[in-house]
C-alpha cells in the first residue's frame, strides 16, 4: 500500500481543524482516514480538500444497503480517487460485489465484519448465533469469495484472518503507541504487534491528533514503525 502503514483517523466535523492536522504530520504517516463524522459534515467537496495535503485516503463509511444503492453511491464515490473505502460485510456477497465492480479498480474496497462495539449477547440479539470470532471468520471469507480486497479488523484477530487471506489488505483500528493512553479502546496493540501480526494498515486516532504536537507523535517511532 504505501511505506508508511500509519493512517491518522481524523474524526472532527471541522475541515480546518482536519486540515491543520493533516499538514502537520504529512511527512510522518501514510494516509488520512475520514469517517462519517467529517463526511456527512464535509461531504465529497471536503474529502477533495484534503486530498490537496497529498496524502491517500480512507473513507471509512461502512455502507450497507441494497446492491443497486452501494453500487451507485460507489459510483458517486469512484471521481474522489481514494485509496480504501469500506462496505458492511453483512450486507452479503451480491452487495460487497456490486461495491466492488462500481468502484475504480485502483481503489481498495474492503468489508467491515463485526462492530466491536458487539459481543456474543449483542450478536445473539440480531439472530448471530455462536462466538464473534467465528462471525468475523464468515464474513472475511464471504468478503474474499465476493473479491473485496480485504477486511476491517482489530488487532487480535488479524493473525489468524491474514493465515487464511495471504494477499488480503488487513486494516487495524485499536492502535495505541507503547505506553500511550488508551482512551476507549478496550483490547489494544502497538504499531509493532500489530504488523507482526500481519496488519498492512494501522489507523490511529488520538495518540495523534489529541497529542499537543500532532507532528511529534506521529513522528515518534513508536507511532510510525518503519
Ligand atoms: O482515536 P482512535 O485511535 O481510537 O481512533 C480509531 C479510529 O478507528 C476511529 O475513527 C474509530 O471510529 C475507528 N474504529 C475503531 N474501532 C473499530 C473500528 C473503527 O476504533 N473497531
Redesign the pocket.
Known sequence: MTANPVFV?L?TPELAKARAVAVAVRDHVGGL?L?LEFFMAQGPAGVRALAEVGLPIFL?VKLHDIPNTVAGAMRSLSPLGLAIVNVHGAGGRAMMAAAREAMAPETKVIAVTV??SLDAADLGDIGVAGAADAQVARLAELARAAGLDGI?C?AHEVAARRAAWADGLFVI???RPAGSDI?D?KRVMTPRQALDAGASVL?????I?AAADPAAAAAAPAASPR
Open positions: 483517523a474524526d482516514k469517517g471509512d462492530l466491536t476491517v482489530s483500528p485499536g492502535i482512551g479502546q489507523v490511529v486516532g488520538r495518540p491528533t
